[in-house]
T-cell receptor
Framework: AQSVAQPEDQVNVAEGNPLTVKCTYSVSGNPYLFWYVQYPNRGLQFLLKYITGDNLVKGSYGFEAEFNKSQTSFHLKKPSALVSDSALYFCAVRDNNAGNMLTFGGGTRLMVKP | DAGVIQSPRHEVTEMGQEVTLRCKPISGHNSLFWYRQTMMRGLELLIYFNNNVPIDDSGMPEDRFSAKMPNASFSTLKIQPSEPRDSAVYFC????????????FGPGTRLTVT
């Protein structure tokens, strides 16, 4: 069975500093990996995905994520955090054997302080 | 495109009443998902439809919950009878099997059962 782990419930970073939100996964086949962001009182919003190809994936709002097969990780990064990046972030994985379903991690709350 | 549309946005009802949540997926998407989000349990997949057919309903909590998708543009999630522990935000999401499976979420329905 596929699974996703987000080891940090909350990440705190100062505005202007780089940020990393961690994600590790477990699947039986080749993974499709996703990051979503949820702002207060809103639905989840797609940020970026890794399917194949370049291990560094660029997405919306200046975010990027690096796929590392040997470490089974897909960490979300941004070179310079903004206060407006404060939100709940979810990592998700699709297993090739699981149809169209995604398995979501528990979420990490990112707090960017001025 | 208007995105995934959910109604109502907020629902307050008394224990024992029937509740019906509605979802209109993005046109052309062939997969539809119902999720529930609570502070305690995080984001849970309740049921997943592909081409209007329920594929996986293992996440449906109990027989009080039922979901239908009578056509490609409409789905309902019904709770009968409702209980206070059903209070949560319910999200509908849709995806296209030909678009690498990222899901697009609606704004959610916040259900409060008193």
């Amino acid at each position: 069975a596929q699974s996703v782990a987000q080891p940090e419930d909350q990440v705190n970073v100062a505005e202007g500093n780089p940020l990393t939100v961690k994600c590790t996964y477990s699947v039986s086949g080749n993974p499709y990996l996703f990051w979503y962001v949820q702002y207060p009182n809103r639905g989840l919003q797609f940020l970026l995905k890794y399917i194949t190809g370049d291990n560094l994936v660029k997405g919306s709002y200046g975010f990027e994520a690096e796929f590392n097969k040997s470490q089974t990780s897909f960490h979300l990064k941004k070179p310079s955090a903004l206060v407006s990046d404060s939100a709940l972030y979810f990592c998700a994985v699709r297993d090739n054997n699981a149809g169209n379903m995604l398995t979501f991690g528990g979420g990490t709350r990112l707090m960017v302080k001025p | 495109d208007a995105g995934v549309i959910q109604s109502p946005r907020h629902e307050v009802t008394e224990m024992g009443q029937e509740v019906t949540l509605r979802c209109k997926p993005i046109s052309g998407h062939n997969s539809l998902f119902w999720y529930r989000q609570t502070m305690m349990r995080g984001l849970e997949l309740l049921i997943y439809f592909n081409n209007n057919v329920p594929i996986d309903d293992s996440g449906m909590p109990e027989d009080r919950f039922s979901a239908k998708m009578p056509n490609a543009s409409f789905s309902t999630l019904k709770i009968q009878p409702s209980e206070p522990r059903d209070s949560a935000v319910y999200f509908c999401a849709s995806s296209s099997g030909t678009a690498a499976y990222e899901q697009y979420f609606g704004p959610g329905t916040r259900l409060t059962v008193t």
